[in-house]
Antibody, heavy 122, light 107 residues
């Protein structure tokens, strides 16, 4: 069965970077775009960007340009999202999600990771 | 970017009642509107895509309608597991955006 398993809770200082991993199983990793979405406390869902695991191509939300980097390691079917220069606006649960139609970057998300809590505290 | 406005923010209903959730877009998203269900501590779940198509395994009590700027998610008869937050999301143009959510709570 399809699964996306994310890395665990992170506690970071302001100004630091955080990298979250998302390990895929149960399907061909390179056939489906992966997106990253976050939910800040008491807030709604916010899209950060996507990565094409096949080509490594990415597209990021303008808000995060220059701070977010999405990469992948096809040998271990894992996608990564790094967010740098963390501030008090960045604490959230971060999710990776797989698109429903592999070749369509904007296809709805049919499988999600369990979420990774990121706390930013001095 | 396209702003999605969901209403009401909170819907207080009893099991067995009908729920009608609205999502309005700041500009046309054609039919590219998705609905997710989100429970605390869980990952969101895909319910409906392209306005009116139920995702795999979604019960028939869920239905979606609309096009352009106005969309509706209807739950014909609420089951206990349906009490959650519902988000709409558009994929008509980048960046992808989500609505603020509607919380369906037990009355």
């Amino acid at each position: 069965q399809v699964q996306l398993v994310q890395s665990g809770t992170e506690v970071k200082r302001p100004g630091a970077s955080v990298e979250i991993s998302c390990k895929a199983s149960g399907y061909i990793f390179t056939d489906y775009f992966i997106h990253w979405v976050r939910q800040a406390p008491g807030q709604g869902l916010e899209w950060l960007g996507w990565i094409n695991p096949n080509s490594g191509g990415t597209d990021y939300a303008r808000k995060f340009l220059g701070r977010v980097t999405m990469t992948r390691d096809t040998s271990i079917s894992t996608a990564y999202m790094e967010l740098s220069r963390l501030t008090s606006d960045d604490p959230a649960v971060y999710y990776c999600a797989r698109v429903h139609l592999g070749s369509d970057s904007s296809s709805p998300f049919d499988y999600w990771g369990q979420g990774t809590l990121v706390t930013v505290s001095s | 970017e396209i702003v999605l406005t969901q209403s009401p923010a909170t819907l207080s209903l009893s099991p067995g009642e009908r729920a009608t959730l609205s999502c309005r877009a700041s500009q046309s998203v054609r039919g590219y509107l998705t609905w997710y269900l989100h429970k605390p501590g869980q990952a969101p779940r895909l319910l409906m895509y392209d306005a009116s198509n139920r995702a795999t395994g979604v019960p028939a009590r869920f239905s979606g309608s609309g096009s352009g700027t106005d969309f509706t998610l209807t739950i014909s008869s609420l089951e206990p597991e349906d009490f959650a937050v519902y988000y709409c999301q558009q994929r008509s143009s980048w960046p992808l955006t989500f609505g603020g959510g509607t919380k369906v709570e037990i009355k």
